[in-house]
């Protein structure tokens, strides 16, 4: 059984285009949430979808935003990328509500901002 | 202000000794913690998940206790191999018993030396 996929693994932009990065969460899993993680950092949360609405969201611009399509499969947007938004992008998605087995994460998308 | 923090320094330890982990966290109540694992990069694994009303839980060599007087939560590994260096990361919910964004402390590294 596959966990959570994402792709690309890395990515390479330059300051000021936008970009498009892709989850498939695990198997018999309905809620998406997307992390950022710098270097040397916790994941930070962005946002979480669930029946394709964004059901939370954490401190981040309107730069980013996101898309669940009805097999559960997400997209994370960002626009207008600066320097700073370089970091590792993490999916991790979960059955809704509390589960004892937390949440599966996927290798994410490191993303370089030049 | 809310804050959730983790033994900023390395920690060291010797192959078959104990250790132990801190995640302290302040102004917030939450329903549960749970403590995950993060090779370099990957994305977080899920180790185990404690509830406030839960003291302490094991797994295999894991345990992990939950004081919410104290506001902390304590992981240790027994019998440390040097498979188990990572970075190890606690995480809570801040929106109580909802199940959805976590919080990650900023990550403990851990190495086990042979």
């Known amino acids: 059984d596959a966990g959570v996929t994402q792709s690309p693994t890395h990515l390479i932009k330059t300051r000021g285009q936008q970009v498009t990065l892709r989850c498939s969460p695990k198997?018999?899993?309905?809620?998406v949430s997307w992390y950022q993680q710098a270097l040397g950092q916790g994941p930070q949360f962005i946002f979480q979808y669930y029946e394709e609405e964004e059901r939370q969201r954490g401190n981040f611009p309107d730069r980013f935003s996101g898309h669940q399509f009805p097999n559960y499969s997400s997209e994370l947007n960002v626009n207008a990328l600066l320097l700073g938004d370089s970091a590792l992008y993490l999916c991790a998605s979960s059955p809704d509500g509390v589960s004892n087995y937390g949440y599966t994460f996927g290798s994410g998308t490191r993303l370089t901002v030049v | 202000s809310q804050k959730i923090e983790q033994n900023s320094e390395a920690l060291n330890i010797q192959e078959g000794k104990t250790a132990t982990l801190t995640c302290n966290y302040t102004?917030?109540?939450?329903?549960?913690l749970q403590w995950y694992r993060q090779d370099p990069g990957r994305g977080p694994v899920f180790l185990l998940l404690i509830r406030e009303n839960e003291k302490e839980k094991r797994k295999e060599r894991l345990k992990v206790t939950f004081d919410t007087t104290l506001k902390q939560s304590l992981f240790h590994i027994t019998a440390s191999q040097p498979a188990d260096s990572a970075t190890y990361l606690c995480a809570l919910d801040p929106v109580y018993n909802q199940g959805g964004k976590l919080i990650f402390g900023q990550g403990t590294e851990l190495s086990v030396k042979p």
């Open positions: 198997s018999g899993h309905d809620t």
């Open positions: 102004n917030y109540s939450p329903a549960y």
